[in-house]
């Protein structure tokens, strides 16, 4: 949704864009076995809301997304 948000700022028109006009350009990767801690501070540090999950080179379980989190959370709490 930030994409989206971003290209209307701009003075863009989103219900007549292309998607490559929309997406962020910069794709942000993560080892499939880097800590959960890690994935955060790297979406902090991008100001991402996904990442795409490698083992070197090739793409393995798809994306990783804030809302990932915020389902970790909420399974954490319901389980105190």
């Known amino acids: 949704m930030t994409d989206i948000a971003h290209f209307d700022s ?6 007549y864009a292309r998607v ?10 993560i080892e499939s076995g ?4 890690d994935a955060a501070q790297k979406m902090l540090h991008e100001h991402v809301h996904h990442h795409v999950v490698m083992e070197e080179a090739t ?11 915020v389902k970790l959370v ?7």
């Open 10 to 15: 701009t003075g863009g028109d989103s219900n």
């Open 20 to 29: 490559y006009k929309i997406a962020n350009p910069k794709v942000i990767t």
């Open 34 to 37: 880097a800590s959960i801690e």
């Open 59 to 69: 793409m393995v379980g798809g994306t990783l997304s804030a809302f990932d989190f």
């Open 74 to 80: 909420a399974q954490n709490a319901s389980e105190d």
